[in-house]
């Protein structure tokens, strides 16, 4: 009888029956469950730190900007935008903006020294922490000035070529260049199959979404858009990140800026030029729906959902094979720092999953994971 040590993992594998998941007898094995770890570089499992509540209340739509982040709180009344500050472990608040309508998630995109923002019913810009109305400017182009008019409030929203795109339902919104406040309401919208739930732009062109597929608008100049459809399936909505990502920390050999982004089935990165990769759908069939995702340390990408949440390790295995767990999550939005820090916003408050002293914390990891992998000890006959 010989004993074989599971020394890695390949992750998560729901494509196959549980009796022929895969096991290479030299310690690689695939899993049928894996909940609250995740995956590190070298296969290694380790367990998901524990959140830390810091502030109570309810918060989302965390987004990036110099020296800190922006965020949501939903109150009593109304919504309010914060800008906070993270300092070993300790958040300071300066509140930006108030008065929005509660309860609706926040979308910003950065053009120069201003960080625009919507919501479906509000919206405006910030310099700083200071709050500006959304502009108002007066048209003196060669179009008849009847049809150049105030863009609609979006939902989603992005920039390409000094144009801001907003999606207004099943529309696409995209303003005159350098004018957020004059679209031509004859020409300069775009119209698919149902309500957008993702509106984002890589240099080559721009990613949408409605309820049924996943697209690709090739160009820079919305006037002159081509449209292929990439996905038969559509990208989740979510939260306001970013999330340009350089594929070579996943394994391709470009570097160019590319687009991670979750959809029905599964994490996909959208490079410049259309072509779009789902990373974990030949092992891994999603049953979690994940509005917000975040890209921590690099390579190790975190969703969440309403209450569970999925992890997936970008640098091991091939396009279609990435490592997935899962996590207890239940975050509505996620976000990592420069600084290696990672926080979560839900209805009962802000946290620290990662940061100040948790490599403190996680001293005993190591000790964490070789338990671990004993657990998982297999007795072949």
């Known amino acids: ?153 979006g939902t989603h929203m992005d920039v390409i070529s000094g144009r801001i795109l907003l999606s207004n339902g099943d529309e696409l919104i995209f303003t005159e260049p350098y004018l957020p406040g004059i679209y031509n309401s004859i020409r300069g919208w775009r119209r698919f199959e149902s309500s957008i739930t993702m509106v984002r732009t890589v240099s080559g062109g721009t990613y949408v979404s409605d309820g049924t597929a996943t697209y690709f608008l090739t160009g820079n100049n919305p006037n002159e858009w081509t449209l292929q459809k990439v996905l038969s399936y559509p990208a989740i909505a979510y939260g306001s990140n970013p999330l340009l990502i350089n594929p070579s920390l996943f394994g391709f050999e470009t570097t160019q800026s590319s687009l991670l982004f979750n959809t029905t089935k599964g994490i996909c990165i959208g490079f410049p030029d259309g072509n779009v990769i789902n990373l974990t759908e030949q092992r891994y069939a999603p049953s979690i729906e994940c509005s917000t995702l975040t890209v921590f340390k690099d390579s190790l990408v975190f969703m969440s959902g309403s209450t569970k949440g999925i992890i997936v390790q970008g640098k091991i295995g091939n396009p279609g094979n990435k490592v997935v767990t899962e996590w207890d999550g239940g975050f509505t939005s996620l976000l990592a720092t420069d600084n290696n820090e990672l926080i979560g916003a839900k209805s009962t408050g802000l946290y620290l999953l990662w940061g100040y002293q948790t490599e403190d914390l996680l001293g005993l990891e190591m000790l964490n994971s070789l338990e671990m992998i004993n657990n998982l000890n297999m007795v072949i006959l």
């Open 1 to 153: 009888m010989e004993t074989v040590l599971y020394t890695s993992t390949t992750g998560i594998n729901n494509k196959v029956d549980s009796t022929r998941i895969d096991f290479n007898g030299e310690g690689l094995i695939g899993l049928e469950v894996a909940n609250n770890v995740y995956v590190d570089e070298h296969g290694i499992i380790k367990s998901v730190p524990e959140a830390s509540l810091k502030i109570e209340g309810t918060f989302h739509s965390l987004y990036p900007v110099v020296g800190g982040f922006y965020l949501v709180e939903d109150r009593t009344s109304d919504s309010v935008i914060y800008y906070v500050t993270l300092l070993e472990g300790q958040f300071t608040f300066s509140s930006v903006v108030s008065g929005l309508s509660k309860g609706k998630k926040v979308n910003f995109v950065v053009v120069g020294n201003r960080v625009y923002y919507t919501n479906g019913t509000d919206r405006g810009y910030i310099i700083a922490t200071i709050r500006y109305n959304w502009p108002t400017n007066i048209w003196t182009g060669p179009e008849d000035l009847s049809q150049m008019v105030s863009p609609p409030v």
